[in-house]
């Protein structure tokens, strides 16, 4: 039998935590979280963990003033990568990556909420993440930044939308480094009613969000979406024990 998989779980906000398709996913495979809370608990030493995944939230990756545990995050993640261990970010998380491996981050063309359409690119199609997957398939969005183009010579793109060119970031030569940055693994219908209320005051900035249509999408895809999401998860642990 083989052991758990223990992973540096980082959260950077109350009501952002592990979705509920990463929580299920997690338990069938065999993967134990070590969640840190980073707006009030300091971020361990990695290497300590076999792994680390990082969810999103409200700060821009250069906001280090108005929130000092970014500089102690990106160490940690570059702690993790420069050791050859799994990384898995969603949404800053991805940002996160990308900023500490030299893309640039910035405003994305278009306030990104809800759900929309992603598609595979050459490299996504061949990357083992996606294997038994779609090229095309839907994507559970909540972001204003990004990462921008073009993509050091290291990066390469895996998916992209019309919301975003940079839907998903992969390691060159490390398929167990990556960044998404969608949130498929919290698009279920009780994740999108806890995020609509806990990110409120953002939501109400122009351009208007429905939160009626999203829990409407977030009922009608959840079902495919956690399904999807577990293939992704496993195919990422495969990665993760035969590196």
Partial sequence: MLSPLRFLLVQHMSWEGPGAHL???AARLGIQFHKVEVWHRSIPDPSRFDGMVVLGGSPNVNQEVEYPFLAAEKT???QV???GKPFLGFCLGHQLLG???GARVGPNSCRSVGFT???LTAAGRGHPLFHGLPDRFPLFKWHGQAVLGPLPEHL?????SPDCEMEAISLKGKPWVVGLQFDNHAASRMDAAVWLAGDRDWLSQPPEVDPALVLRDAE???ELMGAQFEIFLGNFISLCRGR
Avoid: F
């Fill in 23 to 25: 929580l299920r996913g």
């Fill in 220 to 222: 009608r895809l959840q």
């Fill in 117 to 119: 359409e992603g598609r």
């Fill in 99 to 101: 900023h500490v491996l």
């Fill in 81 to 83: 990568v420069e050791a």
């Fill in 76 to 78: 940690a993640i570059r």
């Fill in 156 to 160: 390469e793109v895996l998916v992209t």
